[in-house]
Protein backbone atom coordinates (compact mmCIF):
# COMPACT_ATOMS: atom_id res chain seq x y z
CA UNK A 1 0.00 0.00 0.00
CA UNK A 2 0.95 3.50 -0.76
CA UNK A 3 1.27 6.22 1.67
CA UNK A 4 -0.31 9.12 0.89
CA UNK A 5 -0.35 12.41 2.08
CA UNK A 6 -2.21 15.57 1.24
CA UNK A 7 -2.49 19.06 2.42
CA UNK A 8 -4.86 21.53 0.88
CA UNK A 9 -4.50 25.74 0.95
CA UNK A 10 -4.63 28.93 -0.48
CA UNK A 11 -1.46 31.23 -1.44
CA UNK A 12 -1.08 32.75 2.02
CA UNK A 13 -0.28 29.69 4.17
CA UNK A 14 2.16 28.01 1.54
CA UNK A 15 4.90 28.46 3.46
CA UNK A 16 3.63 27.05 6.31
CA UNK A 17 2.57 24.23 4.34
CA UNK A 18 5.51 23.26 3.40
CA UNK A 19 7.02 23.65 7.02
CA UNK A 20 4.88 21.03 8.22
CA UNK A 21 5.11 18.75 5.65
CA UNK A 22 9.14 19.07 5.82
CA UNK A 23 8.23 17.40 9.54
CA UNK A 24 5.89 15.01 8.16
CA UNK A 25 8.61 14.05 5.36
CA UNK A 26 11.52 13.70 7.74
CA UNK A 27 9.32 11.57 10.00
CA UNK A 28 7.77 9.07 8.24
CA UNK A 29 7.66 6.73 5.49
CA UNK A 30 5.59 8.30 3.31
CA UNK A 31 5.24 8.26 -0.37
CA UNK A 32 4.22 10.65 -1.57
CA UNK A 33 2.69 14.39 -0.76
CA UNK A 34 0.12 16.03 -2.73
CA UNK A 35 -0.24 19.78 -2.44
CA UNK A 36 -4.00 20.80 -3.92
CA UNK A 37 -3.35 25.00 -4.43
CA UNK A 38 -4.23 27.33 -6.35
CA UNK A 39 -1.41 27.55 -8.24
CA UNK A 40 1.23 25.54 -10.60
CA UNK A 41 4.15 25.54 -7.95
CA UNK A 42 4.12 26.72 -4.51
CA UNK A 43 7.71 28.03 -4.87
CA UNK A 44 10.60 29.01 -7.25
CA UNK A 45 12.85 26.82 -5.98
CA UNK A 46 12.00 23.35 -7.17
CA UNK A 47 10.92 20.86 -4.90
CA UNK A 48 11.40 17.34 -3.84
CA UNK A 49 9.99 14.78 -6.44
CA UNK A 50 8.27 13.93 -3.41
CA UNK A 51 6.01 16.43 -3.30
CA UNK A 52 3.18 16.83 -6.35
CA UNK A 53 1.70 20.20 -6.66
CA UNK A 54 -2.52 20.25 -8.29
CA UNK A 55 -3.37 23.60 -9.25
CA UNK A 56 -7.72 23.28 -8.41
CA UNK A 57 -8.22 27.31 -8.49
CA UNK A 58 -10.85 26.18 -11.30
CA UNK A 59 -12.18 23.50 -8.89
CA UNK A 60 -15.56 22.36 -10.29
CA UNK A 61 -17.06 20.84 -6.77
CA UNK A 62 -18.37 23.96 -5.36
CA UNK A 63 -20.28 27.25 -6.74
CA UNK A 64 -18.79 30.03 -7.07
CA UNK A 65 -21.66 31.88 -5.14
CA UNK A 66 -22.11 29.07 -2.73
CA UNK A 67 -22.92 29.91 1.10
CA UNK A 68 -19.46 28.73 2.43
CA UNK A 69 -17.21 30.02 -0.37
CA UNK A 70 -16.74 32.66 2.20
CA UNK A 71 -15.75 31.13 4.98
CA UNK A 72 -12.47 32.45 6.26
CA UNK A 73 -10.98 28.78 5.68
CA UNK A 74 -11.83 28.91 2.02
CA UNK A 75 -12.93 26.60 -0.51
CA UNK A 76 -9.55 24.80 -0.22
CA UNK A 77 -10.33 23.24 3.11
CA UNK A 78 -13.49 21.86 1.77
CA UNK A 79 -11.28 20.28 -1.00
CA UNK A 80 -10.94 17.71 0.95
CA UNK A 81 -13.82 16.33 0.87
CA UNK A 82 -12.99 15.92 -3.27
CA UNK A 83 -9.51 14.14 -2.59
CA UNK A 84 -11.57 10.73 -3.91
CA UNK A 85 -11.89 12.33 -6.91
CA UNK A 86 -8.64 13.97 -7.51
CA UNK A 87 -6.65 11.09 -6.07
CA UNK A 88 -6.80 7.31 -7.73
CA UNK A 89 -5.53 5.69 -4.09
CA UNK A 90 -7.83 3.89 -1.90
CA UNK A 91 -6.65 5.92 1.04
CA UNK A 92 -5.05 9.30 2.03
CA UNK A 93 -3.61 11.19 5.12
CA UNK A 94 -4.60 14.55 5.43
CA UNK A 95 -2.85 17.13 7.25
CA UNK A 96 -3.92 20.84 8.46
CA UNK A 97 -0.77 23.68 7.96
CA UNK A 98 -0.50 24.32 11.51
CA UNK A 99 0.38 20.66 12.21
CA UNK A 100 3.73 19.82 13.07
CA UNK A 101 5.47 15.76 13.00
CA UNK A 102 7.72 14.82 16.27
CA UNK A 103 8.26 11.26 15.98
CA UNK A 104 7.48 8.69 13.53
CA UNK A 105 4.34 8.81 12.58
CA UNK A 106 4.32 5.72 9.44
CA UNK A 107 2.22 3.23 11.57
CA UNK A 108 -0.91 6.20 11.16
CA UNK A 109 -1.44 4.80 7.50
CA UNK A 110 -1.96 0.82 9.08
CA UNK A 111 -5.22 2.34 10.78
CA UNK A 112 -7.91 -0.40 9.60
CA UNK A 113 -10.20 2.17 7.60
CA UNK A 114 -12.25 -1.23 6.52
CA UNK A 115 -15.93 0.44 7.05
CA UNK A 116 -15.15 3.55 7.88
CA UNK A 117 -15.20 6.74 5.89
CA UNK A 118 -12.26 8.06 7.93
CA UNK A 119 -10.03 8.27 11.06
CA UNK A 120 -9.77 11.15 12.70
CA UNK A 121 -9.51 11.90 17.06
CA UNK A 122 -12.58 13.29 18.95
CA UNK A 123 -13.32 16.72 20.51
CA UNK A 124 -14.72 15.06 23.43
CA UNK A 125 -15.83 18.96 24.49
CA UNK A 126 -17.84 18.30 21.81
CA UNK A 127 -19.16 14.32 21.69
CA UNK A 128 -22.36 14.52 23.78
CA UNK A 129 -25.59 12.58 23.21
CA UNK A 130 -24.19 9.90 21.55
CA UNK A 131 -23.00 12.03 18.32
CA UNK A 132 -19.16 11.43 17.94
CA UNK A 133 -17.41 14.89 16.89
CA UNK A 134 -13.63 14.91 15.71
CA UNK A 135 -11.41 17.11 14.79
CA UNK A 136 -10.01 17.20 10.88
CA UNK A 137 -7.01 18.83 11.36
CA UNK A 138 -5.39 15.13 11.30
CA UNK A 139 -7.82 12.82 8.79
CA UNK A 140 -6.89 9.70 7.86
CA UNK A 141 -9.37 9.20 4.53
CA UNK A 142 -11.14 5.84 3.06
CA UNK A 143 -11.25 7.41 -0.57
CA UNK A 144 -12.31 4.43 -1.57
CA UNK A 145 -15.45 4.13 0.57
CA UNK A 146 -16.19 7.58 0.00
CA UNK A 147 -16.26 7.15 -3.51
CA UNK A 148 -19.78 5.21 -3.18
CA UNK A 149 -21.66 8.09 -2.98
CA UNK A 150 -20.59 9.67 0.28
CA UNK A 151 -18.60 13.01 -0.88
CA UNK A 152 -20.79 13.96 -3.43
CA UNK A 153 -23.75 14.02 -0.35
CA UNK A 154 -20.90 15.59 1.50
CA UNK A 155 -20.16 18.22 -1.43
CA UNK A 156 -24.35 19.06 -1.87
CA UNK A 157 -24.65 19.80 1.67
CA UNK A 158 -21.89 21.85 1.61
CA UNK A 159 -22.87 23.35 -1.93
CA UNK A 160 -26.52 24.03 0.26
CA UNK A 161 -25.79 24.89 3.76
CA UNK A 162 -23.74 27.46 5.83
CA UNK A 163 -21.21 25.71 8.17
CA UNK A 164 -18.82 27.03 10.79
CA UNK A 165 -16.67 24.60 10.43
CA UNK A 166 -17.21 23.58 7.10
CA UNK A 167 -16.08 20.09 5.78
CA UNK A 168 -15.28 19.05 9.21
CA UNK A 169 -19.07 19.94 10.74
CA UNK A 170 -20.27 17.80 7.18
CA UNK A 171 -17.96 15.01 7.53
CA UNK A 172 -18.98 14.66 11.27
CA UNK A 173 -22.85 15.07 10.86
CA UNK A 174 -23.65 12.66 7.43
CA UNK A 175 -20.60 10.10 8.55
CA UNK A 176 -22.12 8.94 12.35
CA UNK A 177 -21.54 5.74 12.62
CA UNK A 178 -18.74 4.88 10.49
CA UNK A 179 -16.12 7.39 12.17
CA UNK A 180 -13.21 5.61 13.38
CA UNK A 181 -11.60 6.99 16.66
CA UNK A 182 -7.69 8.41 15.96
CA UNK A 183 -5.63 8.11 18.97
CA UNK A 184 -5.16 11.64 20.54
CA UNK A 185 -1.46 10.88 19.73
CA UNK A 186 -2.08 12.05 16.28
CA UNK A 187 -3.80 14.77 16.93
CA UNK A 188 -2.27 17.01 19.48
CA UNK A 189 -4.60 19.99 20.21
CA UNK A 190 -5.98 21.76 23.29
CA UNK A 191 -9.06 19.93 21.34
CA UNK A 192 -8.50 17.01 21.92
CA UNK A 193 -8.84 14.76 25.18
CA UNK A 194 -6.30 14.77 27.77
CA UNK A 195 -3.94 15.78 25.11
CA UNK A 196 -1.65 17.89 27.26
CA UNK A 197 -0.69 15.19 29.37
CA UNK A 198 0.52 13.01 26.53
CA UNK A 199 3.98 12.64 26.96
CA UNK A 200 5.66 12.06 23.81
CA UNK A 201 2.85 13.11 21.14
CA UNK A 202 3.88 12.27 17.07
CA UNK A 203 1.87 15.29 15.89
CA UNK A 204 1.05 18.60 17.28
CA UNK A 205 -1.84 20.50 16.23
CA UNK A 206 -1.64 23.93 16.97
CA UNK A 207 -5.43 24.94 15.98
CA UNK A 208 -6.30 28.13 16.54
CA UNK A 209 -2.66 29.49 17.09
CA UNK A 210 -2.60 33.24 15.53
CA UNK A 211 -0.22 33.19 12.62
CA UNK A 212 2.30 35.33 14.14
CA UNK A 213 2.78 32.74 17.14
CA UNK A 214 2.59 30.18 15.13
CA UNK A 215 6.00 30.86 13.24
CA UNK A 216 7.62 31.80 16.70
CA UNK A 217 6.96 28.47 18.05
CA UNK A 218 10.87 26.63 17.89
CA UNK A 219 9.31 23.50 16.28
CA UNK A 220 8.59 25.60 13.27
CA UNK A 221 11.45 27.45 13.28
CA UNK A 222 13.23 24.80 13.42
CA UNK A 223 11.83 23.00 10.12
CA UNK A 224 11.69 26.05 8.31
CA UNK A 225 15.14 26.49 8.29
CA UNK A 226 15.83 22.84 7.51
CA UNK A 227 17.09 22.33 3.97
CA UNK A 228 15.49 19.44 1.27
CA UNK A 229 18.46 18.17 0.80
CA UNK A 230 18.04 17.40 4.99
CA UNK A 231 14.68 16.39 5.02
CA UNK A 232 14.72 14.12 2.17
CA UNK A 233 18.58 12.52 4.33
CA UNK A 234 16.23 11.73 7.05
CA UNK A 235 13.53 10.67 5.27
CA UNK A 236 15.32 8.12 3.59
CA UNK A 237 16.71 6.64 7.03
CA UNK A 238 13.22 6.50 8.09
CA UNK A 239 12.26 4.51 4.93
CA UNK A 240 14.69 1.82 5.48
CA UNK A 241 14.16 1.07 9.62
CA UNK A 242 10.16 0.22 7.48
CA UNK A 243 11.49 -2.28 4.75
Known amino acids: MERIAAYSGTKNIYKDML ?4 SLIANSAVDKVHMFIEDDKMQEEPLPDIIVCHNVKNQKYFKPDGPNMTSPFSYMAMMRIALCHELPNNTVLSLDADTIVKNDCTDIWDIDLDGYYFSSTPEHHRTKHGI ?3 NH ?16 ECIQVLNDCKFTWVEQDVCNCLCQGYIHEMPAKYNVTKFTVDNEKLINPVIKHFASLPRNKWIARPEVKHWRKMSWDEIMRLHEDIVERHK
Open 19 to 22: TSAK
Open 132 to 134: LYC
Open 137 to 152: GVVYYNLKKLRNGKAD
